[in-house]
């Protein structure tokens, strides 16, 4: 059993105060996971040619501004650095892999938890309420976000192993159930170059979604083909750089709720959670039907 939120501002207005109203909708979910909590959040898109990086260190004392120079220093460019408790966020002019290789090859102790032009994804072990208090939720502005609360059932209980799970560039899935062949998928990806971090099955979903869009598919083209290939009970939300899709599996036993209003559109795994914005009490409300892929974004 796990909690999924997700805020879209339609309303440039409600950019603004993203943070305080996905905290509040990630803690009205804590019930539905103690074990720990995450979000992803869409804001401030890093200059062309340059990449966003969500890096996670176990040490909290470790050294961010100190890395910045260094990269600054060997990479040619301006690396700059904002941190919040255990993550930092790196833009740097460059390319991905380039960067990837040479924090690998100088830094192995940090995780790369996303990487893109716009995501930030932070996440950490303990009760929704201490994530958003140690990150700083609230303050942080931004377009679009998800979030994530866990009851760990099939895997370990660390920070590597919460949700939001990203395997691709700005993209990112949070997930409530469970996948019961993403062990022989997790070996097909792999063998198609499809790398992974934990033995999480939610990343599997999230890897086999970033394997279908190499392939050339688009993202709903890609969830169509989710519901084919993976076996297993889920709720899905997952988040682009434009907005955010929705999705059920055939059977839709675990729960979601989707509501819209002229400002912004939200899901959560119970209307509790969506109870807490403005003007919820006037939004269109339903239930999203097994296997239809619901999206929302902007050109």
């Known amino acids: 059993m796990c909690g999924i939120v997700g805020f879209f501002t339609k309303n440039p207005e409600f950019e603004s105060r993203l943070g305080e ?32 990086l969500a890096l996670f260190s176990a040490d909290d004392a470790f050294p961010w ?28 002019h460059g390319d991905l892999d380039g960067v990837r290789a040479w924090l690998g090859e100088h830094h192995p102790e940090l995780r790369v938890m996303s990487a893109g032009s716009t995501i930030e994804i932070y996440k950490e072990k303990g009760l929704p309420k201490d994530v958003v208090r140690r990150f700083a939720l609230r303050e942080i502005t931004g377009t679009h976000a998800l979030g994530h609360t866990r009851m760990a059932t099939e895997s370990a209980v660390t920070t590597q192993h919460s949700h939001p799970f990203s395997t691709g560039l700005d993209l990112c899935l949070v997930h409530n159930g469970s996948l019961s062949n993403h062990n022989r998928l997790r070996r ?101 039907v097994p296997a239809r892929i619901y999206s929302w974004g902007r050109a």
């Open 65 to 92: 501004k100190p890395l910045a120079k260094e990269m600054t220093k060997s990479l040619g460019h301006k690396a700059d650095v904002e941190v919040r408790a255990s993550h930092a966020i790196i833009v740097v």
């Open 188 to 288: 097909r990806l792999e063998r198609d170059g499809v790398e992974f971090q934990t033995d999480n099955d939610t990343e599997v979903a999230a890897g086999y979604l970033t394997w279908r869009l190499r392939q050339g598919a688009s993202l709903d083209e890609a969830l169509e083909a989710a519901i084919r290939d993976l076996d297993g009970f889920y709720t899905f939300a997952i988040g682009t750089k434009n907005g955010f899709a929705v999705l059920r599996d055939p059977i839709a036993c675990k729960h979601a709720v989707l509501a819209e209003t002229d400002d912004w559109v939200a899901m959560a795994t119970e209307y509790r959670s969506i109870a807490t914005l403005p003007g919820a009490d006037k939004a269109r409300i339903w239930e999203p």
């Open 21 to 52: 109203h996905l905290s509040s909708m990630l803690i009205e979910m804590s019930d539905r996971g103690p074990d720990s909590a995450g979000v992803a959040i869409y804001r401030d898109p890093a200059p062309k040619e340059s990449v966003k």
